[in-house]
């Protein structure tokens, strides 16, 4: 069973900076999508950002701009760099992997907290 394992999360002043890696378990074979999704204190999940093989990278209106994903061959599959840190970048984010076969993936999430 491959386990999804995000780091890089912190305390940060607004404006500054933090870049979210995902590493796995094992090898992680015939990656279609990886990608990142937060959830703050009573709000539900929301799409951060992803990168599909072949087509490109997607990103939510709300981090356009700010945040940059990429992928990686090794043990981390990808990173989310998240630049000019608003309070309401505040959540916990996940690292989301969907592949050709098998279940989609989901890490346990790494804590992101933005201070005004």
């Known amino acids: 069973q491959v386990q999804l394992v995000e780091s890089g999360g912190g305390l940060v002043q607004a404006g500054g900076s933090l870049r979210l890696s995902c590493a796995a378990s094992?090898?992680?074979?015939?990656?279609?999508?990886m990608g990142w999704y937060r959830q703050a204190p009573g709000k539900q999940r929301e799409f951060v950002a992803t990168?599909?093989?072949?087509?490109?990278?997607n990103y939510n209106d709300l981090v356009k701009g700010r945040a940059t994903i990429s992928r990686d061959n090794g043990k981390n599959l990808g990173y989310l760099q998240m630049n000019g840190l608003k309070p309401e970048d505040t959540a916990v984010y996940y690292c989301?992997?969907?592949?050709?076969?098998?279940?989609?993936?989901w890490g346990q999430g790494t804590q992101v907290t933005v201070s005004s």
């Open positions: 989301y992997v969907r592949r050709e076969y098998g279940p989609d993936l």
């Open positions: 094992n090898r992680v074979f015939s990656i279609k999508t």
């Open positions: 990168i599909t093989t072949g087509v490109g990278t």
